[in-house]
């Protein structure tokens, strides 16, 4: 006789089996979800990379102008100017001003008219600066890209920011979409379309979005459209999507009427224990070799299940980033370092935070978003966050990659490397991804013994480090000659359980606030001293 839970369970699947065909809406509308922001983001990357292949050819050209010209405002520099004008299709004029905006010259003598539509901003690994202007009876803004010239001359090179117009633009988007450039402090340079029901959005489900970044140039581009404009293109699919839905059920319920079993997916519990704050961070303390002080800390994490049992990294991480939970997990974690942290690392303004992404997070540029919204309005300032990226999986060289990068550089962040050396890591490949620190895995750390005088690995690895201008930090230090080896190698920082393991919150205060009242016996002398 079947148990009356084998029943029940038979009654569910075949209820089940009905979902499919209920779910028709919901599928079709996650088909269109994924199609048109697949669209929005090459939209957004295309005109991404337009500004900055613009903004580019105008430092190039720039540079070119200043080199070949002995003095400015001389024939040969017009000649020059006019020269890098006809052998462009972005550069429209060149201009030589003081540093009060007299004019002085340009490339065809006449009085170049322009107003500011922003202030200077620097450029990220440039000795140039950009500004958005408008120039003369140029319908589309221009980029006004800068370089001092001695102490008293400053040259310009002017270029569109936008190659076409703004009719011609809103040619090539849906009805009821809006494109929008800002510069990453806010500053709205161009909008086409209305963005205003964009910003007073109460659901992200209402709008399909994308955002990017142009290069290394702080200017933000955002495409959005209404979800119901474009849903309204699909209905054909309707039918296709319900007949697929009839064959499923069908399917689904023989399955079910022959054979019933319970089946558990961890992701649920994951998931679960991600909503719970079960994720906790810990934080193990990165050392100065040479003084001893406490410099900073990488988060790591364990989850604390409600019973009291702690599970290890190792069990979970690779689980949560094939699945997509690492994103939730890492933002939970963040939020949770933010509460952490706070007052710390307002007493130590020095202290450098490590936080870990995946792959994944390089896929999506919503991750910088995040970094904002949670550490904006924080004691925590974004110069002292460091987010480290897995070396064991490489990063596509791709434009949201670069604008995750890009993105989190232009909020004063540094990008770590981590366990370099023991996958993709090269010159080029640590060179292209605008690494600022590069962390020396413990299985090189390791091959340090007793009476060892040279590791030719670790040695090298070393050395690439300091060829690209890299911070060091070693990771698994865990004897003192170790310490002394990295320490006559050039290492000034390391953290491993010579100095203390990943600790909680309270104990890792513990440590930070012993070890910043031993180095500074009069902390509020030194902490008005540092903010005058």
Request: charged share 20%; proline share 5%; glycine share 6%.
């Amino acid at each position: 006789m079947k148990s009356k839970f084998s029943n029940i369970l038979m009654l569910l699947g075949a209820v089940m089996a009905f979902v499919p065909i209920i779910a028709v809406d919901y599928l079709l509308d996650a088909y269109v979800q994924y199609r048109e922001k697949d669209y929005a983001q090459s939209y957004v990357e295309s005109v991404s990379s337009h500004i900055n292949a613009s903004a580019m050819d105008g430092v190039a050209a720039l540079r070119k102008v200043i080199a070949e010209s002995p003095s400015l405002c001389t024939p040969t520099f017009v000649t020059n100017a006019q020269t890098a004008i006809e052998s462009s299709l972005n550069l429209k004029q060149f201009l030589v001003e003081n540093l009060d905006g007299v004019q002085y010259c340009d490339a065809y003598g006449r009085m170049v008219t322009h107003s500011p539509l922003s202030q200077p901003l620097p450029v990220p690994g440039l000795t140039e600066t950009m500004a958005a202007v408008k120039l003369g009876e140029m319908a589309m803004p221009a980029l006004k890209i800068s370089q001092t010239f001695g102490e008293t001359r400053r040259v310009s090179a002017f270029v569109p920011l936008l190659g076409q117009s703004e009719d011609a633009l809103s040619e090539t988007m849906f009805d009821a979409a809006m494109m929008r450039v800002t510069l990453t402090n806010g500053l709205a340079i161009v909008a086409i379309g209305d963005p205003s029901g964009f910003d007073r959005r109460t659901s992200s489900a209402d709008y399909i979005s994308a955002q990017g970044y142009a290069g290394q140039f702080p200017i933000k581009v955002e495409y959005a459209v209404p979800f119901a404009m474009v849903r309204a293109g699909y209905a054909d699919l309707d039918v296709i999507f319900t007949v697929i839905a009839c064959l499923a059920s069908a399917v689904f319920l023989l399955l079910n009427l022959s054979y019933v079993r319970r089946s558990r997916v961890p992701a649920f519990d994951l998931e679960r224990a991600i909503e719970r704050n079960e994720i906790k961070p810990y934080y193990q303390p990165v050392i100065n070799l040479r003084t001893g002080e406490l410099v900073g800390c990488e988060v790591l994490c364990r989850w604390e299940k409600r019973n009291g049992q702690v599970i290890p990294p190792g069990a979970f991480i690779d689980y949560a980033e094939v699945t997509g939970l690492a994103i939730p997990m890492t933002v939970s974690l963040m939020q949770q370092v933010r509460n952490d942290l706070g007052d710390l690392s307002k007493l130590m303004p020095d202290m450098k935070i490590s936080i870990n992404l995946f792959e994944g997070h390089f896929r999506d540029v919503g991750i910088v978003e995040d970094v904002q919204a949670i550490f904006g309005q924080s004691p925590i300032s974004f110069r002292q966050l460091v987010f480290e990226i897995t070396e064991r999986r490489p990063l596509n060289n791709s434009m949201t990659t670069t604008s995750v990068i890009s993105g989190l550089h232009a909020l004063g962040s540094r990008l770590a490397m981590d366990d370099a050396g023991t996958g993709h890591s090269n010159l080029a490949y640590l060179a292209t991804l605008g690494v600022d620190v590069i962390k020396i895995d413990r299985i090189f750390v390791d091959m340090i013994k007793p009476g060892t005088t040279q590791v030719p690995v670790l040695d090298g690895l070393i050395a690439m480090a300091k060829d690209l201008d890299c911070e060091i930090v070693a990771e698994g230090v865990e004897t003192e000659e170790q310490a002394l080896y990295l320490r006559s190698r050039g290492v000034l920082h390391a953290q491993g359980y010579i100095f203390a393991p990943a600790l909680k919150i309270a104990a890792y205060k513990e440590l930070a606030m012993a070890l910043h009242q031993a180095g500074n016996p009069r902390p509020q002398l030194e902490v008005v001293a540092s903010a005058a």
